[in-house]
């Protein structure tokens, strides 16, 4: 028996291990939404807020400033890429939309360091909310905004790597099924954007010594 | 052994580790009851955007390929439409129409007109259209109601009626094809058989008759599937919707989503997506009725802004020809 998603919400651990919740059938999901169900708006949204809020806090970190537009940026890229067909169900959702979301914060970053504002107060509420070391909070900010203006000069192929497998955990396995690409092929890509990553990380290294 | 790449702790730490603030449940509430209905509007367009998407990706096509290619792609297309008797390309037509007249994207379509995919026709109001599909399968559809055919897959072909009456007559299938009608709230999988789908989008609430003349109908409702042999309907009585599938306990969500859709929000958005639907398609007549309707039924309603602006864009968009 087909089951259809439209009861369906599923609850909101946002790590990588609820990457599937078995209460929402997505090919059904998909079929309902391209069918122009609105029914269907409220349970895509359940079962995929959570992994794109993760990605999302977790590459941007903290309130980006315009953290809630950029949740519907994903959105609308996730149905506009089901309207194209280029969700081909090789991996989960979830972990579909982790990608989407991550790019989306990526793109933001890019957006942001190329307008050459350093530091401004976008998601800097969770350091200074946070009462442990408060004398370490400026430096880890700063290691934070470094980090984040490393990988936004990468190309989006490694980074995407990167941060599905070692930021945000997915396994290696279920980056190489979004890809296409063979799991030998991911590792030796997050292989490649590791070391793009040091290579870039020493040249500044040394660039601002 | 692979060897284990070089890992960077030290940098990526920060990121997977540095403190992230947790949105509280009122938070999350409050930004699904903004997102929401932006993205029910979304989703009721979807069928629209895929629709677009299609015919771009072939204009891309077309206009990517090479002269030479494109001038031998054109002369198989010639060659093709001349030569009697011979199946359209499932990209170029998916149907042919026998009998009766259709209306597609404001052009009336007479006996002949080759249908391509993702095409949304309706009948004439005075009587039925029929078509053969180039896989072989007839339809009949009812004066008034209206259709689209949906991008096939491998296994998989599917029409999608938006309102009305057809009626199916399909011949045996393949091993593991499957022939479906798609409605707002059933879908109708085939083998081999005669059958009918009614789906009435005006009615108060949603609800598709199905009657089978003859093999095996599988229709799939929402939470529930039922098979029906010859002879045998389902959803065609005049009686109030059933009421959906048990729930497992302790699912508050599941509820209220049940509930809503029994209420008036499944009802308002049901109505707001056929407005949008004749809004698209031209008929701004019946578009206007749908939005005053959601208006003069729902006036608490969420969606009272799209409805209120949908009747501004029918006031001053120009007049179609």
């Known amino acids: 028996m087909a089951v259809l998603p439209f009861t369906a919400r599923t609850e909101t651990s946002p ?48 309130r980006h400033r315009d953290f809630d537009d950029l949740k519907q940026t994903t959105f609308e890229r996730i149905l506009r890429a089901l309207a194209e067909g280029r969700f081909e169900g090789r991996s989960s959702m979830r972990t579909w939309a982790s990608a989407i979301a991550a790019h989306v914060a990526l793109d933001a ?79 030796s890509r997050l292989h490649r954007a590791r070391l793009e990553l040091r290579r870039r990380a020493g040249v500044q290294s040394e660039g601002r010594s | 052994m692979t060897e284990r790449p070089p890992s960077h702790p030290e940098l990526l730490d920060v990121l997977r580790t540095a403190p992230l603030g947790v949105p509280t449940p009122n938070e999350i509430e409050l930004e699904r009851e903004r997102l929401l209905p932006w993205l029910t509007r979304q989703v009721a367009d979807l069928p629209a955007v895929q629709a ?21 792609a054109a002369i198989v297309l010639v060659v093709g439409s001349l030569s009697v008797g011979s199946a359209p390309s499932e990209e170029a037509a ?5 009998s009766g007249s259709l209306e597609s994207d404001k052009l009336e379509l007479l006996p002949g007109s080759r249908l391509g ?27 008034r109601s209206e259709m689209e055919f949906v991008q096939p897959t491998s296994t998989r072909t599917s029409l999608r009626l938006l309102d009305g009456e057809v009626a199916l007559s399909v011949p045996k299938l393949r ?105 698209r398609a031209g008929r701004r007549a019946e578009a206007r009725k749908s939005y005053e309707e959601l208006q ?26």
Not at chain 1, 37 to 60: N, S
Not at chain 2, 188 to 212: H, I, K, N, W
């Open chain 2, 52 to 72: 677009r998407a299609k015919r771009q990706a072939r204009l891309r096509w077309l206009g990517g390929g090479a002269a030479l290619f494109a001038a031998a």
């Open chain 1, 109 to 187: 970053l890019r957006a942001l360091f190329r307008e050459e504002r350093r530091l401004t107060p976008w998601g800097d509420e969770d350091f200074a909310s946070n009462p442990q070391r408060p004398e370490g909070r400026l430096e880890a900010l700063a290691e934070l905004r470094r980090v984040q203006r490393l990988l936004s000069r990468m190309k989006p192929k490694l980074v995407e790597a990167l941060l599905l497998h070692d930021v945000l955990g997915h396994p290696l396995e279920e980056i190489a099924a979004l890809s296409g690409a063979s799991p030998s092929a991911t590792q």
């Open chain 2, 175 to 279: 091993s593991g094809q499957v022939l479906e009608v798609q409605t707002m709230d059933a879908t109708v999988r085939v083998r081999g058989t005669r059958f009918s789908v009614r789906f009435d989008s005006t009615a108060a609430v949603a609800r598709t008759c199905v009657r089978v003349t003859e093999g095996l109908v599988e229709v799939d409702r929402v939470g529930e599937t039922i098979s029906l042999v010859p002879g045998q309907s389902s959803g065609c009585e005049t009686v109030a919707p059933k009421a959906p599938a048990a729930l497992a306990p302790g699912r508050p969500r599941e509820l209220a989503v049940q509930k809503a859709a029994k209420t008036s929000l499944g009802e308002e958005n049901r109505l707001l997506a056929l407005a949008l639907s004749h809004e």
């Open chain 2, 296 to 321: 003069r039924r729902f006036p608490e309603s969420r969606f009272l802004p799209e409805a209120r602006a949908g009747l501004a864009r029918l006031v001053t968009a120009p007049q179609g020809p």
């Open chain 2, 94 to 98: 998916f149907a042919t129409l026998v």
């Open chain 2, 117 to 143: 995919l993702s095409s949304q026709v309706r009948a004439s109001d005075s009587a039925p259209a029929v078509l053969t599909a180039s896989s072989g399968y007839r339809v009949e559809l009812s004066p």
């Open chain 1, 15 to 62: 790590g990588p291990s609820a990457a599937i919740a078995p209460a929402v059938v997505e090919e059904d999901l998909i079929r309902a939404l391209l069918a122009g169900d609105t029914r269907a708006a409220a349970v895509l949204y359940d079962h995929l807020r959570p992994a794109i809020e993760h990605a999302l806090r977790r590459v941007l970190h903290g």
